[in-house]
């Protein structure tokens, strides 16, 4: 056996259980089946006037060129269904880019072709990409424009809105985010009691109760089973929170409010049952294209399948098995490891050639993904023509000491790189606490990626809400929002006022109403502004009115109120943008800006030149030259939670991997000699460290030592204050 830096011994590993076991001889089964029909470059050499680009005379797009073979082969493979297994940095894009190109120019109208990512981003780059490859002048009147492409929720709400009178639903919804649903589920709860039951043990917060019921419908799970197997300390309130999301689900309908699970789950539905629409659908889209697929949920998977049911629609999704590190979102790995189960006929392809990291670093990257337990076999390589600077892994004595080694090092390497070169990933967020405060001390300018979203803001959320009222009356979570900020009006004053409302049709005049506002100056004050904001000509004008009553109200709510004040200028630049409060609020809620960054003092804001922090699931799909993991401690990755759960621990190893493979040239792994809080004690140097082949890593001096010196056989040494 391969010698490993660390003994192996002290590590415990959890048991498989026979359902595991069956689920795992499953997936190895079809994973098998799959991997048999891998067609090469190589395999089709004989086949080659096929499979080679037959690109049209005049053709700006250079397939020979500009793409490797493999890379070659899934850009002009558009028959049937394939999966195409793309590893880290191996350039999918660029090959979903030159595979629509491809598809234009074999003759495939625009109109035919749906191309479904999990960011607009992604989606409009690709679009980009192809106008600049093909002519401007396409043959037939076709448009590059005329693709429908956009993230799973975008397509879902436009096919809604689209179809509402063949689906008999109303076009006119409000999409609920996630704050939304949780404020939803929390009056809901209030109204009918249920925090009031079992009152010897308290009712789960909004938050939790949310995530509870999404993660029962995206993953098709029972509200009972699911707490009686992961929330075992709310089995005394199982019964209520399932009758609280068949609540929620009937407040939905009642007022015609969409949240982000019923938008995908709605189309699904939909495909099911009627036939026409499901035809209709099937007709319209012939090419379908799916990125990221390892990170696609049960209703996501359902919509693709409907919509790819017949032989004659051609589907290629592109995912990478190691990569599946979102099962908290909802993602189900299995969806990509399962595919022939879907398609038994479908075409695998690899991408393998990677474009990012040199050699050492995809030696050690290709020695943690032997360590996965199942999946594709898959070896990422480099042409790369020198070999380049192994890994390291630096131990010290505490965190503070390791936060100084990190510092010390990107100092080192600073003459030959730029600020924004350099990354710290951490499992978690409060990881990296120390390595703010030493970056602080020595002037080293960062941003923390994780931070508060925009659309998170208390103050943004009170403006979208005067905004979604005055789009549907009926949004009565935008109503109680509004209405309790008000002195004198609280839950029970608003649910009066809103069912006032609501039974005047939708009219503002309770507002008016002595007997229910109390004579509120505010109350007739918000009248009068809604009444005027109603008749602004554009979406900037009207937030203009509203940000006018509002600012005054967050004035006398928070201290800080003008440095929030400066987050308004955002708002009013995002609805310059749009022509209708409809695609304001629809934008916002499945396209919401990527502002989760919080730049510190230390980084002037015009100074983009700043070291990135970062957990390691905001880092997926970034890269670094330079790329240094902190807390690699047994307990804090993997994660205390996972270690004794097979598929968590999986997906926690994936999650390593995920980070290794965003360094380009250097990367360093780091760990203080234990981590001590209220969850206990650890101080055994990560698994994912141990378990890899000593001869794909280099150990920092000091950590030489420490090995010789036994403590490498993982010692408890806990510190006398323990």
């Known amino acids: 056996m391969t010698d490993t830096v660390f003994d192996l011994a002290p590590y415990s590993y959890p048991q498989l259980h026979s359902d595991i076991k069956d689920k795992m001889r499953h997936l190895r089964q079809s994973i098998d089946r799959l991997e048999a029909n891998l067609i090469t470059p190589q395999s089709l050499a004989e086949d080659a006037a096929q499979h080679s680009p037959a690109v049209k005379t005049g053709s ?69 990409r192809v106008k600049s490859l093909l002519s401007e002048d396409l043959p037939d009147g076709k448009n590059i424009n005329d693709i429908t492409s956009g993230t799973f929720h975008s397509f879902c709400n436009m096919l809604l809105r689209r179809y509402s009178n063949l689906l008999g639903i109303s076009a006119k919804f409000t999409i609920l985010d996630t704050g939304d649903s949780e404020d939803a589920i929390d009056l809901i709860s209030k109204e009918k009691g ?16 949310q995530k509870i019921i999404s993660a029962s419908r995206n993953r098709h799970i029972l509200i009972h089973d699911l707490i009686a197997t992961e929330y075992p300390d709310l089995s005394v309130h ?46 319209t889209y012939r090419y379908v294209m799916v990125d990221e697929y390892q990170d696609t949920n049960i209703p996501q998977k359902q919509l693709i ?25 909802g993602a189900n790995y299995e969806n990509i490891l399962l595919f022939s189960d879907s398609y038994p006929d479908a075409k695998l392809i690899k991408l393998e050639q990677n474009y990012r990291s040199t050699p050492a670093i995809l030696d050690y990257v290709n020695a943690l993904s032997d360590q996965i337990t199942f999946g594709y076999q898959k070896r990422l390589f480099s042409t790369l023509p020198t070999q380049g600077q192994k890994p390291q892994f630096c131990r010290r004595s505490d965190e503070a000491a390791e936060a100084k080694y990190i510092a010390d090092k990107l100092i080192e390497l600073k003459p030959d790189h730029d600020y924004n070169d350099f990354a710290v990933l ?17 002037g080293i300018p960062f941003i923390v990626v994780g931070g508060i979203k925009f659309l998170e803001k208390r ?216 981590f001590a809080s209220f969850a206990g004690y650890f101080d055994k140097v990560s698994r994912f460290i141990s378990e890899v082949p000593a001869d794909t890593i280099e150990l920092a001096s000091q950590t030489q030592q420490q090995v010789k010196d036994g403590y490498g056989k993982q010692k408890e040494q806990k510190p006398d204050w323990w």
């Not at 190109?101 to 625009?110: K, T, W």
């Not at 009152?199 to 938050?207: D, W």
């Not at 049911?309 to 990569?323: A, E, F, H, I």
Request: net charge negative; charged share 25%; aromatic share 8%.
């Open 60 to 128: 700006t797009a250079d397939y020979l060129n500009e793409l490797n073979p493999s890379q070659r082969l899934a850009a002009t493979t558009i028959e049937g269904k394939a999966l195409v297994i793309a590893g880290a940095g191996s350039g999918k894009t660029k090959t979903l880019t030159y595979r629509t190109s491809y598809l234009i120019e074999q003759g495939a109208d625009p109109r035919q072709i749906l191309l479904l990512t999990f960011t607009r981003k992604a989606a409009n780059e690709i679009k980009g």
């Open 194 to 209: 249920y925090s009031k039951r079992h009152s010897e043990q308290a009712f789960p917060r909004k938050a939790r109760l």
């Open 238 to 283: 199982a019964d209520a929170i399932n009758q609280l999301a068949e609540d929620y689900h009937k407040y939905k309908r009642a007022h015609h409010l969409y949240d982000f699970d019923d938008i995908i789950s709605q189309v699904v539905r939909h495909l099911k049952n009627n036939v026409q629409f499901r035809k209709i659908l099937q007709d």
């Open 305 to 329: 399948d409907y919509i790819c049911q017949p032989k004659q629609v051609s589907l290629m999704v592109v995912g990478d098995d190691n990569q599946s590190i979102y099962a908290f979102r």
């Open 426 to 442: 951490g499992r978690t967020s409060f990881q990296s606490s120390h390595v703010q405060l030493e970056f602080i001390q020595r």
């Open 459 to 674: 103050h943004i959320k009170d403006v979208l809400a005067l905004v979604k009222i005055l789009h549907n009356p009926n949004d009565t979570i935008a109503w109680h929002r509004i209405l309790t900020l008000f002195k004198g009006v609280g839950q029970v004053t608003a649910t009066k006022l809103t069912q006032a409302i609501l039974q005047q049709n939708s009219s503002l005049q309770p507002l008016l109403d002595p007997k229910l506002n109390k004579k509120s100056e505010q109350l007739i004050e918000l009248y009068q502004v809604l009444t005027k904001a109603e008749q602004a000509d554009t979406v900037a004008e009207m937030i203009d009115v509203l940000l006018d009553f509002y600012t005054p109200v967050l004035q006398a709510l928070e201290d800080n109120w003008r440095e929030r004040a400066e987050d308004f200028r955002v708002l009013k630049n995002l609805a310059q943008e749009h022509s209708s409060i409809e695609r304001f609020l629809e934008s916002l809620a499945l396209d919401p800006p990527n502002d989760s960054v919080a730049t510190f003092d230390n980084t002037a804001p015009e100074d983009k030149d700043a070291v990135t922090i970062s957990t390691i699931h905001s880092a997926k799909g970034l890269e670094w030259p330079v790329v240094f993991i902190n807390a690699l401690i047994d307990g804090m990755m993997p994660h205390r939670h996972s270690i004794d759960d097979f598929e968590a621990l999986e997906e926690e190893r994936k999650l390593f991997y995920v980070a290794c493979s965003r360094a380009k040239t250097h990367l360093y792994l780091t760990a203080p000699h234990y």
